[in-house]
């Protein structure tokens, strides 16, 4: 499957749900955000300080599956506009080129589906973020790739982390497709690094949802 046939077939985000599981989970969601006041961060800092102070709390549970996707939609166009803006920057050629811009396309692809999902769901679509990226991001091949080596384990890592926390199991299955993409992504980008062997893990390591608000709030990313 080329580039091109996968943004047009996308992952069945959108598909339909039952109305009331949309209206259940929008409603939780969208009530519970407000009432924190700071998005779902807010949440899940509540659940950790119940459990004991625990700096990050272990797991998306309780977010609800709309904070879930929200949050999503910003890692994706946190990765999306940083592969935008490598293929832009003129610092890549040949087949290096062509593999960071087709993973652009996946990373737009992404960013596409959950938008409609969260449409459909009749929930908000969060602004897009400030994103900023580090000095010399864009004008050095060496620090994009191994800026890239960095990105991509967080997504996969909360894909992984909000599984188990995703209510509907049609965005379960939809989110594991995304997931897989990523981790497709992670050993693309070793290749690309020179990393042997680049396929080189049994199991995607999870990340708890405060590991990855931590790793991406310098770059502009925000839950809720
Ligand atoms: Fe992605
Ligand atoms: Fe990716």
Not at 25 to 51: E, N, P
Not at 60 to 88: H, K, M, P, W
Not at 207 to 212: N, Q, R, T, Y
């Amino acid at each position: 499957m080329n580039g091109s046939e996968s943004r047009t077939s996308p992952v069945g985000f959108d598909r339909e749900h039952s109305r009331r599981d949309f209206l259940k989970t929008a409603g939780w969601a969208t009530a519970a955000i407000s009432a924190a006041g700071i998005g779902g961060f807010g949440i899940a800092s509540q659940f950790a300080k119940a459990q004991g102070g625990a700096v990050n709390y272990p797991t998306y549970q309780g977010l609800g599956d709309v904070a879930i996707l929200s949050f999503a939609l910003q890692l994706e166009r946190l990765e999306g506009t940083f592969y935008a803006n490598g293929v832009n920057a003129g610092i890549f050629s040949g087949p290096t080129l062509t593999q960071i811009a087709t993973i652009r396309d996946h990373e737009m692809a992404h960013v596409d589906a959950l938008t409609s999902t969260l449409q459909k769901l009749g929930a908000p679509v969060p602004p897009a973020p400030n994103l900023t990226y580090p000095p010399g991001t864009f004008s050095d091949p060496g620090a994009f790739l191994k800026l890239a080596a960095t990105f991509e384990p967080v997504g996969v890592g909360a894909y992984g982390g909000a599984a188990a926390a995703l209510e509907s199991k049609e965005l379960l299955a939809a989110a594991l497709s995304i997931h897989n993409v990523e981790c497709m992504h992670r050993v693309a980008i070793n290749i690309l690094n020179g990393v042997q062997p680049p396929n080189n893990l049994a199991f995607e390591p999870t990340l708890p949802f405060g590991a990855v608000t931590q790793a991406v709030a310098p770059f502009g990313v925000t839950p809720g």
